[in-house]
């Protein structure tokens, strides 16, 4: 339970940010993803660094228990399914992206507002409970 509180601390706060400045912002944040997706290099940098990340997470907690730190579990293993994508398939990741910006101008608040419960749970289990 050390590590999952640990975790919680680490990556809620972060997440809580991000999600705030995407919420508040979303008309920049969308202009840097649109940035983002024109370098397949940027994009292949972020899968090594989002693999690693993901990998460091479930070596570490590979914790399968029907509660919070589950949660942290699976977002090590989306990091790493997320970064080995980007990593085997730059190409097809910039494609997926741009598509997915052109035919859902929502989805920037969507993943927001998402980001903003995971990272509130987070926070509490880390700092609160």
């Known amino acids: 339970m050390e590590t999952s509180i640990y975790l919680a601390k680490l990556i809620g706060p972060v997440m809580l940010v991000a999600a705030i400045g995407l919420l508040t912002n979303a008309t920049s944040h969308r ?10 290099a940027l994009i292949y940098l972020s899968g090594v660094m989002a693999m690693t990340a993901g990998l460091a997470i479930v070596l570490d907690h590979n914790v399968w228990v029907a509660d919070w730190p589950i949660i942290l579990t699976l977002f090590g293993w989306a990091m790493i399914l997320g970064g080995a994508q980007r990593i085997a398939l730059p190409g097809q990741t910039q494609a997926i992206g741009e598509r997915m910006l052109q035919s859902r101008p929502w989805i920037t608040t969507v993943g927001g507002v998402a980001w903003l419960v995971f990272a509130a749970v987070l926070c509490f289990y880390g700092y609160v409970a």
Do not use: G, K, P
């Open 31 to 40: 202009a840097m993803v649109q940035e983002f997706l024109r370098s397949t």
